[in-house]
């Protein structure tokens, strides 16, 4: 698996070569786009109007429009000169408790892996954090972009998660007053969570909708028409507290214990 980006953790005058790997892969179904009367891939060309010629990829550079239709152009290695040392490196800022960080900064995840020469170190490192339950809070520039990291250890690697900037956060929406629960509604809904609990099992869930698309995709291969997955009519509006004891029948007759 090839590294997403290369660098090393730097904590003061420590340094530790790494690669960021990512830890997912899309495993859904791409479909191309087509002209319906050619049955043709539609193809987009990068055109400038002025020279009224396709570019090449070698032929684009970087703008910024500073006003409307001027910019300003920068280079790859003019990218780089802004670079600082510390840019090059994910740099750790400080450590924190991991439930310190709000789940909702949370962007994607990385493997962060050592290089040849750089296990020792690192292994120390995921070993300190593990005993004193400590995450790092470092940051690291990826291409143009100065992305903030929580570096925190696991029994096997130390994982890297990126997250969102505090002003990358939209504003909760609003919403009318809170609706006031009577203790029984409560108390009922706490049944039927309780109802419901089962421990977590990451394995037991899959793309179910994945796999209902290919099957819809090979039987129109074959020359079957693509029939509805769910025929049956929607039931009759209930009120609340009638929906929670239903959802706890249903879910102790699915556990056998009705």
């Given at each position: 698996?090839?590294?997403?980006?290369?660098?090393?953790?730097?904590?003061?005058?420590?340094?530790?070569?790494?690669?960021?790997?990512?830890?997912?892969?899309?495993?859904?179904?791409?479909?191309?786009?087509?002209?319906?009367?050619?049955?043709?891939?539609?193809?987009?060309?990068?055109?400038?109007?002025?020279?009224?010629?396709?570019?090449?990829?070698?032929?684009?550079?970087?703008?910024?429009?500073?006003?409307?239709?001027?910019?300003?152009?920068?280079?790859?290695?003019?990218?780089?000169?802004?670079?600082?040392?510390?840019?090059?490196?994910?740099?750790?800022?400080?450590?924190?408790?991991?439930?310190?960080?709000?789940?909702?900064?949370y962007e994607k995840n990385y493997y962060l892996?050592?290089?040849?020469?750089?296990?020792?170190?690192?292994?120390?490192?995921?070993?300190?954090?593990?005993?004193?339950?400590?995450?790092?809070?470092?940051?690291?520039?990826?291409?143009?972009?100065?992305?903030?990291?929580?570096?925190?250890?696991?029994?096997?690697?130390?994982?890297?998660?990126?997250?969102?900037?505090?002003?990358?956060?939209?504003?909760?929406?609003?919403?009318?007053?809170?609706?006031?629960?009577?203790?029984?509604?409560?108390?009922?809904?706490?049944?039927?969570?309780?109802?419901?609990?089962?421990?977590?099992?990451?394995?037991?869930?899959?793309?179910?909708?994945?796999?209902?698309?290919?099957?819809?995709?090979?039987?129109?291969?074959?020359?079957?028409?693509?029939?509805?997955?769910?025929?049956?009519?929607?039931?009759?509006?209930?009120?609340?507290?009638?929906?929670?004891?239903?959802?706890?029948?249903?879910?102790?007759?699915?556990?056998?214990?009705?």
């Amino acid at each position: 698996m090839a590294a997403a980006h290369k660098s090393a953790i730097s904590i003061g005058l420590l340094y530790i070569p790494v690669g960021l790997y990512r830890t997912t892969r899309d495993i859904s179904v791409s479909f191309n786009q087509l002209c319906k009367d050619s049955f043709e891939r539609v193809r987009y060309k990068k055109y400038c109007p002025s020279c009224q010629k396709e570019v090449k990829s070698e032929d684009i550079i970087k703008g910024y429009e500073f006003e409307k239709g001027r910019y300003v152009t920068i280079s790859e290695e003019e990218l780089e000169k802004i670079k600082t040392r510390k840019d090059k490196t994910i740099h750790i800022e400080h450590f924190a408790r991991m439930t310190e960080v709000d789940p909702i900064y949370y962007e994607k995840n990385y493997y962060l892996s050592p290089e040849p020469g750089a296990e020792k170190a690192y292994e120390l490192l995921r070993q300190a954090m593990l005993s004193s339950k400590m995450a790092a809070i470092a940051k690291t520039v990826i291409g143009a972009n100065e992305q903030l990291l929580v570096l925190y250890p696991t029994k096997e690697i130390i994982m890297a998660k990126a997250l969102f900037y505090q002003e990358e956060i939209q504003d909760m929406p609003k919403t009318a007053a809170k609706a006031s629960i009577q203790k029984s509604e409560l108390e009922m809904a706490k049944t039927m969570i309780e109802a419901m609990r089962k421990n977590f099992d990451i394995t037991a869930y899959h793309d179910e909708y994945q796999a209902r698309l290919r099957a819809a995709i090979e039987a129109k291969i074959r020359g079957q028409e693509v029939v509805s997955a769910d025929s049956g009519a929607p039931g009759n509006i209930i009120d609340l507290m009638e929906a929670m004891k239903r959802t706890v029948e249903l879910s102790q007759k699915q556990r056998g214990t009705a």
